[in-house]
């Protein structure tokens, strides 16, 4: 795989625009600098807490009887790890048509999501500290992410010694 690989990049041009879009369950294990030789910007996303939110949101707003007060926060907190396919499966099986009935006597609640959650396997947290880590030291995205947090913290501990 990695000989065709090779052949086919070195059929392209310097004028040729590709975008190539791929799926790794552990990016840690690539070798940075073929990776950096070959692609001009590399971009990889990690499913934070906002994302998450958002996926959510879209999800359980799809049901208008659902109320636009639900507080996706806490859910959103307690499906961190799970990917994007394992959360909308969850919320398929909570959202059954008897449940969707039943809202306006019973409003939904971020708990009835728990069961359903146990299972689903999380995903391994050692696992998920080493794509942070490798994310964070690699990929432009996540430097810039971490730069920025350390000024954020930098000028937090300026204003608390001054006071």
Same mark, same amino acid.
């Given at each position: ?5 090779? !052949? ?31 692609? +001009? ?35 959103? !907190? ?20 008897? %449940?969707?009935?039943?809202? %306006? ?26 794509? !942070? ?10 430097? %810039? !992410?971490?730069?920025?947090? +350390? ?13």
């Amino acid at each position: 795989m990695a000989k065709l690989m090779i !052949k086919l990049l070195k059929s392209f041009s310097k004028s040729d625009r590709i975008i190539v879009i791929g799926k790794a369950t552990s990016p840690w294990l690539t070798a940075k600098t073929k990776l950096s030789k070959i692609f +001009e910007t590399i971009v990889f996303t990690v499913p934070d807490d906002c994302t998450i939110f958002l996926f959510l949101n879209d999800l359980l707003m799809s049901y208008p009887i659902v109320s636009r007060r639900f507080p996706i926060t806490p859910l959103a !907190k307690m499906l961190a790890g799970y990917s994007k396919q394992m959360i909308a499966d969850i919320v398929a099986e909570v959202m059954t048509t008897e %449940r969707v009935l039943k809202i %306006r006597q019973c409003p939904l609640n971020p708990v009835e999501f728990v069961p359903v959650m146990l299972k689903y396997p999380k995903q391994n947290p050692q696992q998920f500290e080493l794509y !942070k880590k490798w994310y964070d030291k690699y990929v432009s995205m996540g430097k %810039r !992410k971490v730069s920025e947090m +350390e000024a954020k913290l930098a000028l937090i501990n300026k204003t608390t010694n001054k006071k």
